[in-house]
């Protein structure tokens, strides 16, 4: 019976760490549904952009307010959970305080932790104020009813509730320490919690021990619930903003891709020696589908930045079609983008692996034609987002569709094309009256 605690700890934390490895198999097998592209080049240069972007939070500092709140919940997220190696060797091993030996380090340490939980706590606050009270535009468009709002509230009770419960447990074992109860050995420094506890310094022995233990428990229980919800929240984007941040374009802004297909094409197509029947080498395979209507035919690094998004609404704000009233929002993009994947996931699970075709797509189901051509290509969303997401290159891949595969395009452009093909301009004009208006002069 003396093991107990430390058995049952020990199932919850397996429990907790294997549901996690499974989900984060789903998003790998999920990420790699998309087709198949090399970025593995340049490796110091990625290394610096994820170090800078994800780590170092570049980004975010464009909005100074809420570049310093999040930088705040991520440090003291981050460091406070180095208390959680210490509190889940406690719990395999039935000590507690661990590392109390540690001395006038640990006091430092403990101290920093509660100094962090308090801002932590602070800027959860501004963070929800902001949503819910200033209701900032970018929180309150239409992609963001239902679910993403409740995901974003409750990501922040959360870390609220379980920043609350580490300065409890502390608060509670600190009154402990202060009567000498075995086995709470004075360790640590509480220059938070002995304030906000200090309400607990006339109850009995008993009750602390309670409320330490209570605390205690619901802090690691809800830790590892918190690192099982990520999978169905915008949250996993502070795991999945580190590679994404690495695999992130290193081309210029408003650099196209070019389909190879198509540019072998015209590489014969502009060679008078070559046989016009003639089939390319390497090219017996019947061509790829021209551009993407489902997520299988976009690049496995597009689907990552789906899962990667944090709904953050930067790129919306941004967006100049968007700001005008257009119905295109590039974070509806990405979430579409991340429902439809996830939606494609659940099938695979039920079919034993095997996608069964559904009948649905990203194209009309999720994304319609009239947000695709309302974006005038500007890159303000990629300029924009903080965590090197490239909602364009998904609008424009679907375009691609509409027009090589479905000759789908708007009036005005395909008129544009047909000039283009029988003019050599943009406009309805003869090639030999280009130079006309040299005359009008
Ligand atoms: S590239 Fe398109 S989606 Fe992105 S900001 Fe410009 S108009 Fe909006
Ligand atoms: S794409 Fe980037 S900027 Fe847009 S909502 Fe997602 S994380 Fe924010």
């Known amino acids: 019976m003396q093991y107990l605690p430390n058995l049952i700890f020990i199932v919850i934390l397996l429990l907790g760490i294997g549901f996690f490895t499974r989900n984060i198999k789903r998003v790998i097998r999920n990420v790699k549904l998309g087709k198949e592209v090399d970025?593995?080049?340049?490796?110091?240069?990625?290394?610096?952009?994820?170090?800078?972007?994800?780590?170092?939070?570049?980004?975010?500092?464009?909005?100074?307010?809420?570049?310093?709140?999040?930088?705040?919940?991520?440090?003291?997220?981050?460091?406070?959970?180095?208390?959680?190696?210490?509190?889940?060797?406690?719990?395999?091993?039935?000590?507690?305080?661990?590392?109390?030996?540690?001395?006038?380090?640990?006091?430092?340490?403990?101290?920093?932790?509660?100094?962090?939980?308090?801002?932590?706590?602070?800027?959860?606050?501004?963070?929800?104020?902001?949503?819910?009270?200033?209701?900032?535009?970018?929180?309150?468009?239409?992609?963001?009813?239902?679910?993403?709002?409740?995901?974003?509230?409750?990501?922040?009770?959360?870390?609220?509730?379980?920043?609350?419960?580490?300065?409890?447990?502390?608060?509670?074992?600190?009154?402990?320490?202060?009567?000498?109860?075995?086995?709470?050995?004075?360790?640590?420094?509480?220059?938070?919690?002995?304030?906000?506890g200090g309400f607990m310094a006339d109850y009995s022995v008993s009750t602390l021990v309670m409320i330490e233990r209570v605390a205690w428990w619901a802090h690691i229980i809800g830790i590892l619930a918190f690192l099982n919800y990520l999978y169905y929240s915008k949250h996993l984007h502070i795991i999945l903003s580190f590679p994404n941040t690495f695999y992130g374009s290193l081309n210029a802004k408003g650099k196209l891709d070019n389909l190879e297909s198509v540019t072998k094409e015209v590489k014969?197509?502009?060679?008078?020696?070559?046989?016009?029947?003639?089939?390319?080498?390497?090219?017996?395979?019947?061509?790829?589908?021209?551009?993407?209507?489902?997520?299988?035919?976009?690049?496995?690094?597009?689907?990552?930045?789906?899962?990667?998004?944090?709904?953050?609404?930067?790129?919306?704000?941004?967006?100049?079609?968007n700001q005008t009233g257009k119905k295109l929002s590039p974070r509806k993009i990405m979430m579409d983008t991340r429902d439809r994947l996830e939606e494609v996931g659940r099938n695979i699970n039920q079919n034993k692996g095997e996608f069964k075709e559904d009948g649905k797509q990203l194209l009309d189901d999720y994304i319609s034609r009239e947000e695709l051509w309302a974006c005038t290509a500007c890159n303000a969303c990629t300029e924009a987002c903080p965590v090197s997401i490239d909602p364009l290159s998904i609008i424009l891949d679907m375009r691609r569709y509409l027009v090589m595969e479905q000759s789908a395009a708007p009036q005005e452009l395909n008129q544009m094309m047909s000039n283009i093909e029988n003019n050599g301009a943009p406009w309805p004009f003869n090639q030999l009256d280009r130079a006309n208006w040299v005359e009008e002069l």
């Open 268 to 321: 014969l197509m502009m060679d008078p020696s070559a046989d016009p029947y003639a089939v390319p080498a390497g090219d017996e395979s019947p061509p790829d589908k021209f551009g993407a209507s489902d997520v299988m035919d976009l690049k496995w690094i597009q689907l990552l930045n789906a899962y990667t998004c944090t709904e953050c609404g930067r790129c919306t704000s941004e967006c100049p079609a």
């Open 39 to 196: 970025l593995s080049d340049h490796r110091s240069v990625r290394w610096g952009n994820m170090a800078r972007i994800a780590l170092g939070q570049s980004k975010m500092g464009v909005r100074p307010v809420s570049g310093l709140m999040h930088l705040l919940v991520y440090v003291g997220f981050i460091i406070i959970n180095i208390e959680v190696l210490e509190i889940i060797l406690d719990g395999i091993l039935g000590t507690h305080r661990l590392f109390a030996p540690l001395g006038n380090l640990y006091d430092v340490l403990i101290g920093s932790f509660e100094i962090l939980a308090l801002l932590v706590i602070i800027a959860v606050m501004v963070f929800w104020l902001r949503r819910n009270v200033l209701r900032l535009a970018r929180f309150i468009k239409p992609e963001m009813k239902g679910w993403p709002k409740k995901d974003a509230d409750l990501i922040l009770y959360i870390e609220l509730v379980l920043m609350v419960l580490f300065l409890t447990m502390n608060a509670s074992d600190f009154h402990l320490q202060q009567q000498a109860i075995n086995p709470y050995v004075q360790a640590g420094w509480f220059p938070v919690s002995q304030f906000f």
